[in-house]
């Protein structure tokens, strides 16, 4: 069983920056593809960027590719999201997520995680 806690969030005004990290305990999730997933009040969770295993591949939702940066440090069994100009459309709770349960190609949707964080909330203000 593994224990994901996403940690970072916060709120900050419209071009300001976060980085959020994912921490595993229990089982390691280090050679698991991971990714990052939010979610808004009243909408359903979305995919944000994943980064596979062991170098990569690496896909982002459309509106974050430029401003969004996905990482991971194994020898410290964690993920992070380097997020830069914030725009108050980035509001969500951002949930991270490993353990495909199926092979995948391309970009990954919620259905494929089996492990999955509480998530942290990132709020943007205009």
């Known amino acids: 069983q593994v224990h994901l806690v996403e940690s970072g969030g916060g709120m900050v005004q419209a071009g300001g920056s976060l980085r959020l990290s994912c921490a595993a305990s229990?089982?390691?999730?280090?050679?698991?593809?991971k990714a990052w997933f939010r979610q808004a009040p009243g909408k359903e969770r979305e995919f944000v960027a994943s980064?596979?295993?062991?170098?990569?591949?690496?896909y982002y939702e459309d509106s974050v590719k430029v401003r969004f940066t996905i990482s991971r440090d194994n020898a410290k069994d964690a993920m992070y999201l380097q997020m830069k100009s914030l725009k108050p459309e980035d509001t969500a709770v951002y949930f991270c997520?490993?353990?495909?349960?199926?092979?995948?190609?391309?970009?990954?949707?919620?259905?494929?995680?089996?492990?999955w964080g509480q998530g942290t909330q990132v709020t943007v203000s205009s």
């Open positions: 997520a490993a353990h495909l349960i199926r092979p995948k190609t391309g970009p990954p949707g919620r259905d494929d995680f089996g492990s």
């Open positions: 229990g089982r390691s999730f280090s050679t698991s593809t």
């Open positions: 980064i596979g295993w062991p170098g990569g591949p690496i």
